[in-house]
């Protein structure tokens, strides 16, 4: 009686698996798409590097964009040398001040994570939040460098402008570079 039962048992299992994995093999022949580009949709209104430079408007709103990565250095709270050394001390129960710097004079600067990270841009290492990596800065920078110097780009702006802002974006990915060697020393220059 007891093998009766363990024979029903086992076929009623093998019934499930067999019902389980047609089942599947059916689903995958039944959502196969007849077309190759069913998945290649491009949403519409989506902005690309391309449309960027087509207007003035949206060729300075980029210029904008490379200005939006400067330090704040002269906010004492995101400048490391205002309170990363031992000169200026505050009282450590002050919530007011919050200040990544100052856990650095405190000797808590940790060699994985570290603060002030203007390399990577965390833990206030260059302005509030983690939004200044440097080396993001100096890829806007030479993309707004290689789309004006394109003259098909941006119809509707005079040379002498055209020059400013390549100068303006020179002159921010130079001052990028020299945070970066003034923070670690020597690092990797981004020509391009």
């Not at 009623?12 to 190759?36: A, P, W």
């Not at 949206?58 to 250095?73: G, I, M, Q, S, V």
């Not at 060699?111 to 206030?124: C, L």
Request: proline share 4%; glycine share 6%; with cysteine.
């Amino acid at each position: 009686m007891k093998t009766i039962k363990k024979i029903m048992l086992t076929m009623g299992i093998q019934r499930y698996k067999f019902l389980g994995v047609s089942l599947m093999i059916l689903s995958l022949f039944g959502l196969e798409s007849c077309e190759d580009s069913f998945l290649d949709v491009v949403p519409d209104n989506v902005v690309t590097i391309d449309q960027a430079f087509n207007l003035r408007n949206e060729a300075e709103k980029y210029l904008f964009t490379c200005y939006a990565y400067l330090p704040k250095n002269g906010d004492a709270l995101y400048n490391i040398g205002f309170l990363a050394g031992n000169e200026t001390w505050i009282p450590p129960n002050d919530a007011a001040l919050n200040s990544n710097a100052f856990d650095i004079a405190r000797g808590l600067q940790r060699t994985s994570n570290p603060y002030m990270d203007a390399w990577e841009g965390r833990y206030q290492g260059a302005g509030p939040g983690d939004l200044y990596p440097m080396y993001d800065g100096i890829r806007h920078c030479n993309i707004l460098i290689e789309a004006m110097e394109d003259r098909s780009n941006v119809p509707d702006i005079n040379e002498a402008e055209r020059l400013r802002w390549i100068a303006e974006a020179k002159f921010l990915k130079a001052y990028y570079h020299y945070y970066l060697m003034r923070m670690y020393g020597k690092s990797q220059l981004s020509r391009r």
